[in-house]
């Protein structure tokens, strides 16, 4: 192996890789049981998992060459981009010594299409199928899916990869003809159908076969770009409670655009997303996932952007002012984790405390719950019940009490309530 080449390819292809958001904790429990090396046991690069692990991947393209022109895209043919190509042995073997010297623990790799998308995923699959068979690598592995590939090579790389996404790219078709001409949104929809079916294919033959082989464990993703074109907060999440009522979707990722081209179907050069609406997409996303929020909920007609000021649970809060004060003693579940400042584990919490004695400030605070966010939304053992408040009124005590307190948190994969 040629270092200096090899190096060279990692900076380009590294680099041309990182405008891909869509891998966060994985999901997959595959173990190494078989004296390989690498276990995918909780999560992957910059993810947080369940205990609190932060683990990290090799995240490249196994090529920027593309034989597309998506005006949002670095690597498309027409942007004047150092190209380069990795071989399948040369991924294969990075990724390899990567792994033994403690890098990563696990390979993210996606990729622009050679030439057509079943040549381009091809090579894809064989860099997972090698990793697996020779190197008995049992590290977690996210394949990107080529648009357009045919079932059988999905199918095969489901056998090898830990998680398959597919991106939707933009939000609307609309948007996706104006931006990227060359792609159809049923070359997308398709193989997520697809991947859809064969997992739970594969989860029903597990029950009756044992020795069933893996299939894509951790699920499908995908991911969209936002601000690239005018779509609203409203059409976004709507979209992506689709692909979760749909095609099971694991997670669905936003990622902001950001000025690489003075096209001007684009935003101006100099006129980024901003990140707080990357970060408020996240979080409504959330809270459709864990909360039970729907979509309406979050974001309507009159209200069609998440507001830039405060999270979507304590906007949804200040406009449903007539439903608080709550009794922490004896509101359900589902109504005290809407409260701002109570999460999940603290509802839950909550909910088994009280059988034993009633709860006052001082019990909450320990619980974990956000005392200084919540109070204006509960009433418990040692508080009366606080007065009416105006929605806007209370938005700016609550702003001005939690703004040294409350930085918001711009990792897609934290619980932010």
């Known amino acids: 192996m040629n270092i200096d080449r090899i190096t060279e390819k990692l900076s380009i292809l590294a680099d041309a890789a990182k405008y891909d958001v869509s891998c966060a904790s994985s999901g997959s429990d595959r173990k190494n049981n078989n004296k390989g090396i690498g276990n995918a046991s909780n999560g ?48 294969v073997d990075l990724t390899i010594n990567f792994y033994r010297r403690n890098y990563i623990e696990g390979l993210f790799l996606s990729s622009g299409i050679f030439s057509n998308a079943d040549y381009t995923m091809e090579r894809l699959v064989l860099v997972a199928k090698k990793l697996r068979t020779e190197h008995k690598f049992n590290g977690y592995i996210h394949l990107k899916t080529i648009p357009g590939a045919s079932d059988d090579l999905v199918k095969e790389a489901g056998l090898w990869a830990d998680r398959l996404s597919i991106n939707v790219e933009m ?22 159908q ?36 005018p779509e609203t907060d ?67 007609k009159d209200n069609p952007l998440l507001d830039a000021d ?19 003693n004896k509101a359900d579940y589902q109504l005290i984790v809407r409260v701002p400042g109570i999460g999940i584990q603290s509802a839950k919490k909550i909910c088994a405390a009280r059988k ?46 939690t703004s040294s307190k409350y930085q918001p948190n711009f990792s897609p994969q934290l619980n932010l309530f």
């Open 356 to 401: 034993f004695s009633k709860l006052g400030s001082t019990h909450l605070k320990k619980i974990g719950v956000a005392h200084n966010r919540a109070r204006y939304f509960i009433h418990s053992a040692n508080e009366m019940e606080l007065k009416d408040w105006q929605p806007q009124q209370l938005k700016s005590i609550i702003l001005k009490e």
């Open 310 to 328: 405060i999270d979507p649970k304590l906007s949804w809060a200040l406009r449903n002012l007539h439903l608080f004060p709550i009794d922490i």
């Open 194 to 229: 697809f991947l859809k079916d064969a997992i739970i294919q594969h989860k029903e033959e597990k029950k009756i076969f044992s020795k069933v082989p893996m299939f894509a464990p951790a699920g499908q993703s995908t991911q969209m770009v936002i601000g690239a074109t």
């Open 44 to 91: 992957i690069c910059h993810a947080y998992t369940e205990d609190g692990r932060c683990v990290s991947l090799l995240k490249i393209l196994l090529t920027n060459h593309c034989i597309y022109d998506c005006a949002y895209c670095v690597s498309r043919k027409s942007n004047d981009v150092k190209r380069a190509a990795f071989t399948v042995q040369e991924a």
């Open 234 to 300: 409203l059409e976004i999440l709507y979209l992506a409670n689709g692909f979760y009522k749909k095609f099971n979707m694991r997670r669905v990722y936003y990622s902001g655009y950001v000025p690489i081209s003075n096209d001007n179907r684009l935003p101006a050069i100099g006129t980024p997303v901003p990140m707080i609406r990357e970060n408020r997409l996240y979080q409504a996303d959330w809270l459709m996932r864990f909360y039970g929020f729907a979509v309406q909920e979050i974001v309507n």
């Open 171 to 192: 939000p609307t078709e609309k948007s996706l003809a104006l931006l990227a001409p060359d792609k159809k949104r049923a070359d997308m929809l398709r193989p997520m």
